[in-house]
């Protein structure tokens, strides 16, 4: 049998006007313009997110990723010289160390101290790969990062000086992301319980997505994309709730891309229900979903793994279609813009 082509990074390269980069939300979460595009006929329609669970069924099921996002960017200074640091932490690695991505990386030492912005000392303990290090932070600083960090917004996301909740979910409660999952930001709890009172089941998982999430893919050929890992969680009972939902005819609507990666993952590996595990699954065109029949998402970066990932349950041409259509609509793209629905 013949292997199958190496698909080009190009492939998933688009034009996108810079404007359309949505710098702020909407006042109203649900107000968000909504893209619907069938999965199978690519046919498209319009309409606005509050109008969500019309388009949904009795007996349908949507997952949501409940992550809440740290204030995990730190700025600090050279306790010797009060030359400037920025830190993103990333993943704790055990009792008050943590990894973190640093600026300037380079010039950091392993044993060196830094002050935060709020004067609280913190220390260098290692150098790790690329562009990270270990550093240890006071329990004070760990227990009370809302008030020693910031939301690190995406850097597409330049002076957002509004209110930092507009960057975490309505049901966000789980600490351990750097990055919000953004489909999810157009939900409110009104809308949640009119998607209740429709029929649709709600369910819940966690990943905490981690800045890899932003990286886009820098090898020609997506075949030798390393996929970052990410840490994530599924309840013991949800495989058997959505295994019911789907052989009485509702279909499972991941909201967001890490439920969707979460979901399949799962699938795969039904052992790790009921534990925190670390998933780095690559999904792309080609993929044989187990799981997932419709998705709830954002606008995504060209050459990103998220838009693979759109492609592979709709399609690449059905997507890309639907983009120029966004485009032409003058739709607002990335986590403070408008969503598409995939059904």
């Known amino acids: ?35 619907i595009l069938d999965r199978n006929t690519g046919r498209m329609e319009h309409r606005t997110f509050i109008e969500l669970p019309s388009l949904l069924l009795p007996g349908d099921a949507l997952v949501f990723n409940d992550t809440r996002v740290l204030h995990a960017r730190l700025r600090a200074s050279w306790e010797e010289t009060g030359g400037k640091v920025e830190l993103l932490l990333l993943r704790p690695r055990g009792e008050d160390r943590w990894e973190a991505m640093a600026r300037p990386a380079k010039r950091l030492k392993e044993g060196e101290r830094l002050i935060l912005g709020t004067g609280v000392p913190i220390q260098v ?22 008030q020693h960090g910031e939301l690190p917004l995406p850097p597409y996301i330049r002076d957002y000086h509004g209110d930092p909740d507009r960057y975490q979910t309505v049901y966000a409660r789980s600490d351990g992301s750097v990055a919000a999952p953004t489909a999810g930001l157009h939900f409110t709890p009104p809308l949640l319980e009119e998607l209740c009172q429709r029929g649709v089941s709600q369910h819940y998982i966690t990943l905490h997505v981690g800045a890899g999430t932003f990286r886009p893919v820098q090898t020609d050929r997506i075949e030798d994309h390393r996929m970052h890992s990410e840490a994530y969680f599924v309840p013991s009972d949800l495989l058997g709730e959505l295994a019911r939902v789907r052989a009485e005819g509702g279909r499972v609507v991941a909201v967001g891309t890490t439920s969707a990666r979460s979901l399949e993952s799962v699938a795969r590996h039904p052992e790790q229900a009921g534990s925190w595990s670390e998933t780095d699954i690559f999904i792309r065109p080609g993929h044989t979903w187990r799981l997932v029949d419709g998705l709830v998402t954002n606008f995504h970066l060209p050459r990103s793994t998220l838009l693979m990932l759109v492609s592979a349950l709709a399609g690449r041409e059905n997507v890309f279609k639907a983009y120029e259509e966004a485009v032409r609509e003058r739709y607002r793209f990335y986590s403070f813009g408008d969503a598409m629905v995939i059904l």
């Open 1 to 35: 049998m013949a292997a199958n082509p190496a698909v080009s990074i190009h492939e998933y390269d688009y034009h996108l006007p810079p404007e359309l980069i949505a710098q702020e939300p909407l006042e109203r979460r649900d107000a968000s313009r909504l893209l």
């Open 125 to 146: 303990c290692a150098r790790l790969r690329e562009g990270t290090i270990e550093v240890q932070l006071p329990p004070e600083v760990v227990d009370h990062l809302d």
